[in-house]
């Protein structure tokens, strides 16, 4: 199958990389408005950026018309977010945030979520998850022509995690049992783990070498 982009309408491009690029992170993004009004949104456009300084990028679509999201607006207004991390015991309340709440309705408020507070920005993380980035807005990357993507980039500033996941400075990946995105309306676990060193080029490079 050879798909040209040209050819393909915005739902077709929309389905191709949902399905194909997956499984995809997601960002419970906490944010507020310049009145401290409390949004509360996932986003599956959302990955590392940096390490030093440490940076996670977040991408918002823009509704139509090119009008920004509630979370796109409140993070250029006050420069402050928070990422919460979505696992196994949060996501039915993760789903439940990303129906089309109006702007000026919150939706911590609307769904009775507990709120508490970060220990850098003004921005409350949520209770209901266990690892949290409290981030800085670094940089807004208009995308598209008109635009139509928020790609938001945000320096983290300080970092929540609960005691029973880290273990000797490493998150384990059990007892955090994440939740991912995939298309449509489906969501994936953890499933088998496995390891595959690094190779060093100079241990690959000799054992190429070696007669056979």
């Not at 949060?90 to 979520?113: I, R």
């Not at 676990?189 to 496995?194: A, K, Q, S």
Request: glycine residues 6%; contains cysteine; charged residues 25%.
């Amino acid at each position: 199958m050879e798909l040209s982009m040209a050819q393909l309408e915005r739902q077709e491009k929309y389905k191709l990389l949902i399905g194909c690029i997956v499984p995809r992170p997601i960002a419970w993004v906490t944010s507020a408005d310049e009145s401290g009004l409390v949004n509360a949104a996932p986003f599956s456009y959302f990955n590392v950026a940096s390490i030093e300084p440490m940076m996670v990028s977040v991408a918002v679509m823009r509704k139509p018309g090119g009008i920004r999201k509630d979370t796109a607006r409140n993070i250029a207004a006050t420069g402050e977010f928070v990422v919460n991390m979505v696992d196994v015991h949060n996501v039915d309340a993760v789903n439940q945030t990303s129906a089309d709440y109006p702007p000026e309705v919150s939706e911590v408020t609307a769904l009775g979520l507990g709120l508490q507070p970060s220990a850098s920005v003004r921005v409350p993380r949520l209770a209901a998850s266990r690892i949290h980035f409290e981030c800085r807005l670094h940089q807004i990357v208009e995308l598209g022509s008109p635009t139509t993507s928020d790609l938001i980039i945000g320096e983290v500033v300080h970092v929540h995690v609960a005691d029973e996941l880290y273990e000797h400075g490493r998150i384990d990946p059990r007892a955090f049992d994440p939740v991912s995105r995939m298309a449509g309306h489906t969501y994936a676990t953890l499933g088998e783990l496995f390891d595959r060193p690094r190779p060093v080029y100079e241990e690959a490079v000799s054992k190429d070498k070696k007669p056979s």
